[in-house]
């Protein structure tokens, strides 16, 4: 074991120790730990959260995704046997409810939460970790989900999607202005945009904050048009001449309001200059690009970056099969949705764990096989998963990051395409971003 992996190791058993309030023994005296020390009945419990009936960025695919698993794995014999239990939990968006779901995690005896989103890692991550449970691929919009020992990510969540945004872009735009989330995680976004579009030789973005649970954005919608140097007039100093043969571009990372800003800026944009649009997926996904009117909608030539291949890859085949017979025409499940996607890939990666465990199936045996288990093949969704120590990628603030990939698409004829074949490594890019 190395010196880094020792003192993770030994901060981890301190945090332990201090939640079970200093008890001489952890199976004694305080109780048994979930999960690690409870009766084997055959049954593997797990759990996956997210946010459901908020206001803000909604997520309800991302549990029924882990019920549909569930019922698959379980209609054809198990994992090595043992039957597949999935708890879900919606943490509204709140710290408060997120630290609730992390706790019925602990006290139903969950041995890993899967495929889960939460903007509130701070609050989740320490209860998990106070009772030893990995956190298996989560979304990637939280700080903890790449510094906690017991996550796992199988992304590289927002920071890469924005690096990669800012190369996609670079490629394209003179200028750019970002309009993103006026909060603690949306600040950190306008650097790593930034850092793409510097690779790219461009200078920096306009930096637009706005709410992330607003109905209307055209004040918003106005500063990213003088962010590019236009104003809703179509006048400013930027020219047609001046633009060619490159756009100005305003990129929106708002979750589920996104079209909103969108719907906003489409109607300046009616009387005034047409704009390179761009996002990430997440942000924007091919059911809203259907919704707003396919070939014929404001998206069409816009640019957006993700973490897999476009939702048309045969490569999704297996999952959609899955969702097509065990989903029950669930309509929470877009297979086309990033964190259906990202759920489903944690799932892959937790059923590869349960078959390395040799003996009982507890949260620190699943932890052990995570970290001793041969590199985990996604069927190309995503490069070959593994997090060993040599794993680890040297990004600043991000140690547990091991995935650094991302895909460039567009919208043509009204669907997600992408714009060249195969992943975009943006590991130096986000080596070099400022702290």
Not at 146 to 151: C, I, R, Y
Not at 244 to 268: E, H, I, M
Not at 302 to 321: E, N
Not at 381 to 403: C, F, I, K, Q
Request: aromatic share 6%; glycine share 10%; with cysteine.
């Amino acid at each position: 074991m190395t010196a880094r992996r020792r003192k993770r190791s030994a901060r981890t058993t301190i945090t332990l120790a201090a939640a079970l309030g200093g008890c001489a023994s952890l199976l004694t005296g305080c109780g048994v730990l979930p999960g690690d020390a409870r009766a084997d009945d055959g049954t593997v419990t797990v759990m996956t959260w997210a946010p459901q009936d908020t206001k803000a960025t909604n997520m309800p695919g991302m549990p029924a995704m882990a019920e549909a698993y569930a019922r698959w794995v379980n209609a054809t014999g198990g994992i090595n046997g043992r039957k597949l239990r999935v708890l879900t939990c919606n943490d509204h968006n709140d710290s408060v409810r997120a630290a609730r779901c992390a706790n019925r995690a602990r006290t139903e005896g969950a041995v890993a939460v899967v495929g889960s989103y939460s903007q509130h890692g701070r609050t989740f991550m320490a209860a998990l970790e106070s009772a030893g449970i990995p956190y298996i691929g989560g979304y990637g919009i939280t700080d903890e989900e790449f510094t906690s020992p017991l996550s796992y990510p199988v992304n590289g969540g927002q920071a890469t999607l924005l690096a990669g945004n800012g190369h996609q872009l670079a490629a394209r735009c003179e200028r750019v202005s970002l309009v993103r989330p006026d909060t603690v995680a949306g600040d950190q976004l306008p650097d790593l945009l930034n850092a793409g579009l510097a690779a790219g030789g461009r200078g920096e973005a306009a930096d637009i904050r706005a709410p992330e649970d607003s109905s209307d954005y055209t004040h918003h919608a106005r500063q990213a048009l003088k962010g590019v140097g236009l104003d809703a007039d179509g006048e400013g100093v930027v020219t047609a001449s001046d633009r060619a043969p490159s756009d100005v571009c305003v990129t929106a990372v708002l979750g589920g309001r996104t079209d909103t800003f969108f719907d906003s800026f489409r109607r300046l944009g009616e009387e005034g200059p047409r704009v390179r649009i761009a996002s990430v997926l997440g942000s924007v996904r091919q059911s809203l690009v259907d919704r707003t009117g396919g070939p014929n909608s404001q998206w069409e030539g816009a640019y957006a970056t993700g973490w897999y291949p476009v939702s048309t890859d045969p490569r999704w085949a297996r999952m959609k099969a899955v969702v097509r017979e065990h989903a029950f025409g669930d309509n929470r499940i877009d297979p086309a949705d990033p964190g259906v996607q990202t759920t489903w890939i944690a799932y892959t990666v937790l059923r590869a764990a349960l078959e390395h465990v040799d003996g009982a199936v507890t949260a620190r045996s699943v932890q052990r096989a995570l970290e001793t288990m041969p590199p985990v093949d996604t069927g190309g969704l995503t490069p070959e998963l593994s997090w060993g120590y040599d794993d680890m990628l040297a990004v600043r603030d991000h140690p547990r990051l091991v995935n650094s990939m991302v895909t460039f698409q567009r919208v043509e004829k009204g669907t997600l395409t992408p714009v060249r074949k195969g992943f975009v490594d943006v590991r130096k890019t986000l080596e070099a971003a400022p702290e």
